[in-house]
């Protein structure tokens, strides 16, 4: 597999995808938990509410980030394979066999995305 490729599976498809939507499947938002702390500890020492209104937007602010970074690295193609990882791991709960199948799928369309030779092969665009 392709330097390119691997990266994009490993940073977009597992990271933003898969692994965000078994968070989302067990309720929990690491992200939220780790800046509610950051923020309540940083608040007793440095209390200005503009910064602790940074500090809500910036979970937004990173995603859009992730989701752009997914887009230009993969276009079309990429976005696909980032949102059927991201059913992967919300279907984790409900079937391991449903989300394993769906995980290889998102990895195979993430690697077509990246690839762009292979992708001219088997689709001629």
Known sequence: ???KSRAYIWQFVIGLGFISGVWTAIGIDPEAVILNVVGDIIGTVYSD????????ILPTVLLVI????????GRGLGLISVIVAYISGLAI???IMTSAILLVVAVITGYLATN?????????I
């Open 49 to 56: 509410p503009g910064f602790r209104s940074l500090l809500i």
């Open 93 to 95: 709960l409900v079937s």
């Open 1 to 3: 597999m392709a330097k």
């Open 116 to 124: 762009r030779r292979m992708r001219k092969k088997l689709t001629g």
């Open 66 to 73: 992730s989701v752009i970074g997914a887009y230009r690295r």
